[in-house]
């Protein structure tokens, strides 16, 4: 059971935006914006080894970061729409939506990291009857 009472080096906000600015990179430079789960995961810690996460050797990648603090790598890029996950038999693939992705407004917040701006609200119709 890995502990919840880390205290990591960098603030959420700056693992926040070092993480999704690597993915981006990672995946603008894939053909079709889209790579392979594994790979993308090797390459963020590879990537992002020049930064002194945690004091101790186990816990210092982003990898290890999203697991303890989203429960996963997936988890995390399931949470953010202009991210894609592709299931294809037993592998899991991962595609950027770089037209949905808005670099100026890329903070940790609650804030929307979309160009969307517009809700839908549906009405239930059992309300109304």
Not at 26 to 41: P, Y
């Amino acid at each position: 059971m890995v502990p919840n009472n880390i205290k990591w080096n960098l603030t959420s906000e700056k693992c926040f935006e070092i993480i999704h600015l690597t993915l981006i990179d990672i995946l603008s430079e894939k053909k079709d914006k889209t790579s392979d789960i594994n790979d993308i995961i090797q390459l963020l810690n590879k990537r992002t080894k020049i930064y002194k996460l945690h004091n101790l050797k186990k816990y210092n990648s982003f990898s290890k970061y999203l697991k303890i603090e989203y429960k996963g790598f997936l988890n995390f890029i399931e949470y953010y729409n202009f991210y894609g996950v592709i299931r294809c038999d037993k592998n899991i693939y991962i595609k950027l939506y770089k037209n949905l992705v808005n670099l100026d407004d890329l903070k940790y917040s609650d804030k929307r990291l979309t160009k969307d701006s517009e809700w839908i609200i549906i009405d239930d119709i059992e309300d109304k009857l």
